[in-house]
T-cell receptor
Framework: DTGVSQDPRHKITKRGQNVTFRCDPI?????LYWYRQTLGQGPEFLTY????????KSRLLSDRFSAERPKGSFSTLEIQRTEQGDSAMYLC??????????FGQGTRLTVV | EDQVTQSPEALRLQEGESSSLNCSYT??????LFWYRQDPGKGPEFLFT???AGEEKEKERLKATLTKKESFLHITAPKPEDSATYLC????????????FGSGTQLTVLP
């Protein structure tokens, strides 16, 4: 296992379209996070899963955003009816109890 | 609400010119302070975790220190390959233990 994997690396979409991103965490990690990062800023927390349960969501996660982690393995983040303000890098991170979080390379979303 | 402020926003150094990056924080019940390195277009790469005031950790040319209100990342004799954005984050209590990040310091080391 080489680390946290995210797909796609880049996505360009038209405003109003739906997009879905995938994250494959490090296999033994049961905790998974989604963050969003805009240019010149640090990552901002979006949501947290422990195994398959989504236990925490940020106020940043509007109704257009939904995340799942079926079977406690990979996770998906879907954005419906995308807006230009959704353009950002979406980062996934995973960890196990007592360890630091390891980040994936991110998915760069551009909404045109 | 947790706050993390990093300074300076950008720093240009000559190769071999040592300096320090600052991270000041306010958090209720610090569970850990983290330093990450981020290269353009990539995800953050873990460097250090500090848990209590007075703690220090070192890795190659980097040394991180922690007080009750701030953390420093000291860079000794930097090389061009140390050029990156350095992010500081605090971990809050609670089950999620999510990170609150600062905006980062963009370091450029000139040959």
């Amino acid at each position: 296992d080489t680390g946290v994997s995210q797909d796609p690396r880049h996505k360009i979409t038209k405003r109003g379209q739906n997009v879905t991103f995938r994250c494959d965490p490090i296999s033994e990690h049961n905790r998974l996070y989604w963050y969003r990062q805009t240019l010149g800023q640090g990552p901002e927390f979006l949501t947290y899963f422990q195994n398959e349960a989504q236990l925490e969501k940020s106020r940043l996660l509007s109704d257009r955003f939904s995340a799942e982690r079926p079977k406690g393995s990979f996770s998906t983040l879907e954005i419906q009816r995308t807006e230009q303000g959704d353009s950002a890098m979406y980062l996934c991170a995973s960890r196990s109890e007592g360890t630091e979080a390891f980040f994936g390379q991110g998915t760069r979303l551009t909404v045109v | 609400e947790d706050q993390v402020t990093q300074s300076p926003e950008a720093l240009r150094l000559q190769e071999g010119e040592s300096s320090s990056l600052n991270c000041s924080y306010t958090v209720s019940g610090l569970r850990g302070l983290f330093w990450y390195r981020q290269d353009p277009g990539k995800g953050p790469e873990f460097l250090f975790t500090l848990y209590s005031a007075g703690e220090e950790k070192e890795k190659e040319r980097l040394k991180a220190t922690l007080t009750k209100k701030e953390s420093f990342l000291h860079i000794t004799a930097p090389k061009p390959e140390d050029s990156a954005t350095y992010l500081c984050a605090v971990q809050r209590p609670g089950s999620a233990r999510q990170l609150t990040f600062g905006s980062g310091t963009q370091l450029t080391v000139l040959p």
